[in-house]
């Protein structure tokens, strides 16, 4: 082997992977007009990217901004600020025929079932339908569901049957076929597991783990909780109030989390051994964080400033950017 060689192949293994999704500087407030423009942010400037092949989890409570983020890279959101770009494209304020032009390579999954399957339809045509839209015949169209079905743990006979005939499992995972059949660059999830029981969450985990392998799909995969994203995402963003308190890799950010929310939700993660969730609880209820319901939103610096123990007053004045802490970024003073 020549040196010329080796240094072209040194030279290729340093090149970046380009980003299949980029999300920068990302602000999105409800309302019109006037009312928007004062309005709190319900995302407040996030960025982060998505490569082909990988998977982000977005985590935090309920009204964190995690579903809008998801929205507004779906355009069902008007975003207020910063921009969105999927395969090199600015879509940040893409129209209804762009939209419809990436409708097959940009999908979403639920969490409700029932809000992408008509319950008048059968499966095969709900499936057929993204299929039939971009010209292809019937025939098939019927063909490709029947696959994609048996790809996801479903008898191929499943798609002359109609949704109220599955379980909640089944019918998330047609929601998933659903969303696959057209060979999608990314898929959406958003809270595609919640409202599924234990065993049936592992079931579609494993099951979207696997076509990811299989395909080189990427997802953005919004939850509440961080043992759920921390079983599918090779990286996570923390969410807290529609501000970024911890990104970094999945490992980093759930087994050594930096910032005191990211450590109050890995303590608040149920696990199926009493002996381990009984010292869950004694490290959250050491840890000091009050709860949401106790405190108003802070008018300014840290959102998580009233709830944290170590929070000063430089805290509550000086909103703290994002910096390296271990393998993690990190939104803290103090981290």
Request: aromatic share 4%; proline share 6%.
């Amino acid at each position: 082997m020549s040196i010329s060689t080796v240094e072209r192949e040194d030279a290729e293994a340093v090149l970046p992977v380009p980003a299949i999704l980029e999300v920068k500087d990302l602000v999105v407030r409800y309302g019109r007009g006037r009312k928007a423009a004062s309005a709190p942010a319900a995302v407040d400037g996030v960025s982060f990217t998505i490569r082909p092949g990988e998977t982000v989890g977005l985590v935090g409570e309920s009204g964190s901004g995690k579903s809008t983020i998801g929205k507004a890279i779906l355009g069902l959101q008007t975003v207020s600020g910063g921009s969105i770009s999927f395969q090199g494209s600015d879509i940040t304020h893409a129209g209804t025929a762009r939209r419809q032009d990436l409708g097959g390579d940009l999908r979403a999954v639920f969490q409700d079932p029932n809000s992408s399957l008509n319950p008048r339809k059968t499966v095969g045509a709900s499936l057929a339908e993204p299929l039939r839209v971009r010209g292809i015949s019937a025939a098939e169209a019927r063909t490709r569901a029947e696959e994609m079905l048996e790809r996801v743990g479903l008898p191929r006979d499943a798609v002359d049957r109609y949704p109220s005939q599955f379980s909640g499992g089944q019918r998330q995972r047609i929601s998933v076929a659903r969303a696959l059949i057209c060979e999608p660059k990314l898929v959406v999830c958003d809270e595609a597991v919640s409202a599924l029981d234990l065993s049936t969450q592992a079931q579609v985990l494993n099951l979207l783990a696997d076509l990811r392998d299989e395909h080189g799909l990427s997802y953005l995969f919004i939850a509440h909780d961080i043992s759920v994203v921390q079983f599918l995402a090779q990286r996570v963003v923390v969410l807290y109030r529609g501000q970024v308190m911890e990104s970094g890799p999945a490992a980093a950010v759930t087994e050594n989390p930096k910032h005191p929310f990211t450590q109050a939700l890995v303590a608040a993660s149920p696990v199926p051994r009493p002996a381990e969730q009984a010292e869950r609880r004694k490290l959250r209820e050491s840890l000091g964080v009050r709860t949401a319901a106790a405190v108003a939103a802070s008018a300014g610096g840290c959102p998580f400033s009233q709830r944290c123990p170590l929070a000063t007053e430089l805290c509550t004045a000086e909103r703290p950017a994002l910096r390296r802490a271990g393998e993690s970024d990190v939104a803290c003073h103090y981290a």
